[in-house]
């Protein structure tokens, strides 16, 4: 069982910067992909971010431009870089993994993300 672990969430002003971390554990092999959603009060869980073995990026629109998503495969660990923050990014961040492109999805415990000044 794959079990992921965010860090790096809180409180920053509109046009701060803010890293997430994950961390994933159950898994021998590098996880086919990692990445991240959100979800706001009220909102659906939408993507904001992946990244899969191969190098192939899917961001969301709202976000491209201002995040990065990297990945250390044989850590099967995935950084999002959060820059030019807006007060719409509020949200939890969930961390998401598929072992295999036909794989369950696996989701994190979830990390506050709040825009404000």
């Known amino acids: 069982q794959v079990q992921l672990v965010e860090s790096g969430g809180g409180l920053v002003q509109p046009g701060g910067s803010l890293t997430l971390s994950c961390a994933a554990s159950g898994s021998n092999s590098p996880l086919y992909v990692m990445g991240w959603y959100r979800q706001a009060p009220g909102k659906q869980r939408e993507v904001v971010a992946t990244?899969?073995?191969?190098?192939?990026?899917n961001y969301g629109d709202s976000v491209k431009g201002r995040f990065t998503i990297s990945r250390v495969n044989a850590q099967n660990t995935a950084t999002l870089q959060m820059t030019s923050l807006e007060p719409e990014d509020t949200a939890v961040y969930f961390c998401?993994?598929?072992?295999?492109?036909?794989?369950?999805?696996?989701w994190g415990q979830g990390t506050q993300v709040t825009v404000a000044s």
């Open positions: 990244l899969s073995t191969g190098g192939h990026t």
């Open positions: 998401y993994a598929r072992r295999t492109l036909l794989a369950s999805v696996n």
